[in-house]
């Protein structure tokens, strides 16, 4: 044998050695959990860096800082995190009886809009509190989640759900927020709210037939609210031929396609977005992405889709990793939700699906979105605890830097004992 022979013959040892460590370390207890933590942590600082680039001259002109926009979404993220970690930190018990009120607030929020709500761009969906502004439709994703999950957990059979089940109540009432939300002209919201039905349904394995007469009906349902109201079949005309149309119902598609396409590879630099300049509308929201594009090029928006990528991944992992019906059927759901959003609004940017006007979950401006999503990913992290292996690794880990910072100041922090055996060595 040849030393070409020879050597050629052993290039696969260090293969499969990179591929066991790489098992080794998705089978990890608490890989879920980090992989979790680190994707959202991402996704919110580029989010907050994206904001401050893209809201900063719309707000020196309207406002009295440039930093005007930044620093109100700094606090939302900041109530946020607050918000994720103490439902992090919540029983599972407590999300399926959150649920019904849940529910319940926020069907009266959408019923509340149509009284003392404000109206802007032919849409019904704010409450102005002062300052503050409120959009019910946002916690209603949220209510959705937990209610649909612990209604179908609550019939499930040795670990099956019958799909006949789902029929009443839970039909019924998804419906009855798809209503209020439409009668408020937020199709998107909509969108959203029949996927995280439609992953119910999945994961109770409904059959094809049912998700073919749903799909039909949401169809026929979409097409008669374009057809009556005329902002919306204007949008649709502009999505299908923006360029005929640039001066008026396609203007904010075609700017965020030449924000798209002025970026290239790797875009023109951090804060040096030309479009921002009060070309393309709704910068710092709903066209965030179109910015990003911009000022980090195709190689940014890779790394951004990546990312919903893997926490979708992490989602589904912690989906069927964990043996609770209810955790199974929640984290589907909130998943379908996170991950069709983001995908619904960068379809939107880049021209393939019609503007429907919904934020890009983590990155676009808005306390009311960004809540919410950062409640049901602490809900993830909670779930994540529970997948085997997960409770023996935390206790193994000892006290968080919570606990331990605590204790530096006196206070006792409830946490895991110390286990026998590992006292510390006297010197």
Request: charged share 15%; net charge positive; hydrophobic share 55%.
């Amino acid at each position: 044998m040849t030393a070409e022979t020879a050597g050629r013959t052993r290039e696969p040892a260090p293969l499969k050695g990179r591929l066991a460590r790489l098992r080794e370390l998705l089978e990890r207890p608490l890989f879920s959990y980090h992989l979790l933590l680190g994707v959202s942590a991402l996704l919110m600082a580029l989010g907050l860096m994206m904001v401050l680039s893209a809201s900063s001259i719309e707000a020196l002109q309207t406002r009295e800082s440039a930093f005007a926009l930044f620093g109100r979404q700094l606090i939302s993220m900041i109530l946020g995190l607050l918000l994720m970690w103490i439902c992090s930190r919540l029983p599972i018990r407590f999300f399926r009886q959150a649920g019904y009120p849940l529910m319940a607030l926020a069907a009266l929020g959408l019923v509340l809009v149509f009284f003392i709500g404000d109206e802007e761009l032919g849409a019904q969906r704010w409450i102005y509190i002062g300052e503050l502004t409120v959009q019910p439709s946002e916690p209603a994703k949220f209510a959705l989640v937990l209610w649909g999950a612990d209604l179908l957990a609550r019939r499930a059979r040795n670990g099956t759900i019958e799909w006949r089940n789902l029929f009443i109540p839970l039909m019924p009432g998804t419906a009855l927020m798809a209503i209020l939300v439409m009668l408020g002209s937020d199709l998107g919201t909509t969108i959203v709210l029949m996927a995280i039905f439609l992953a119910l349904l999945w994961v109770v394995g409904a059959p094809l037939k049912l998700f073919g007469g749903i799909l039909a009906t949401a169809t026929l349902a979409t097409i008669v609210m374009i057809t009556t109201e005329g902002y919306r079949s204007d949008r649709i005309e502009g999505w299908l031929n923006p360029w005929a149309n640039a001066d008026g119902t396609g203007y904010q598609a075609v700017q965020g396609q030449i924000a798209m396409g002025s970026g290239g590879w790797f875009g023109l630099g951090l804060g040096s977005s030309r479009q921002k300049w009060s070309w393309l509308p709704h910068a710092e929201s709903d066209f965030i992405f179109a910015i990003l594009g911009e000022e980090l090029g195709l190689m940014g928006t890779l790394v951004v889709i990546a990312l919903f990528g893997l926490l979708g991944y992490a989602g589904l992992r912690v989906a069927t990793r964990v043996r609770d019906p209810f955790v199974r059927l929640a984290s589907a759901a909130a998943i379908a939700w996170i991950a069709g959003q983001a995908l619904v609004n960068i379809g939107a940017v880049i021209g393939v699906l019609p503007i429907t006007g919904i934020p890009l979950p983590l990155v676009s401006y808005g306390g009311s979105a960004l809540l919410p999503t950062l409640a049901a990913l602490g809900m993830l992290l909670s779930f994540a605890k529970h997948e085997p292996g997960a409770r023996e690794a935390l206790a193994a880990r000892g006290p968080g830097p919570a606990a331990r910072a605590l204790s530096w100041l006196g206070l006792r922090a409830p946490g895991p004992t110390r286990r026998p055996g590992r006292a510390r060595r006297r010197v």
